[in-house]
């Protein structure tokens, strides 16, 4: 009979000898996936470089509006969160301060879905900028009928409320 130590060391030693046919095939698969990967990736790099060159002055306005606006709200975002963060403030203040960063950042969810709904329209891009009462829509179409403009104008209204005064802006390539 074997002894318990014998039959314990042959089962770890044939465990070993599995293990190690394993990785070395492992090894030989994943050099081949990473060389498929990389010429996927090579593949999609050329491809994006040819998309980027066809980016059009409409995509260029659209991304200027989106950085203003953004920019905007940072700077709005900082002078209430300075409000809060100071001393000298009055708990009145940074309650309207806090409120004021919360109807921000509601606003921004409803924008940004009135954007994603807007394109879902069948439009390539769309931008809302809401300042105050005003409402600016900038969607990226050659052309707008009048039946478009109403049905973005009747969104506007259902996503940021009734009330507000709605321009939409078009052929932002040839302006």
Known sequence: MLK?????????????????????????????????????????????????????????????????????????????????????????????????MEAMQTLANNETMLEDVIQSKGFKNAVVKTTGNNVQVFVDSEKLTQKQANEVIRLTDQYLGVGKIVSVTYALNQK
């Open 4 to 100: 318990k130590q014998t039959v314990w060391l042959l089962t770890m030693l044939s465990l070993i000898v599995v293990l190690s046919v394993y990785a070395l095939t492992a090894q030989n698969q994943n050099a081949k996936n990473v060389a498929d990967q990389g010429a996927k990736q090579a593949q999609q790099v050329s491809g994006n470089n040819q998309k980027t060159q066809a980016v059009s002055k409409a995509d260029n306005k659209l991304g200027q509006i989106e950085l203003d606006k953004a920019d905007e709200r940072s700077q709005l975002q900082q002078k209430y969160q300075s409000v809060i963060a100071s001393k000298k403030s009055s708990a009145k203040e940074v309650s309207a301060a806090y409120d004021q």
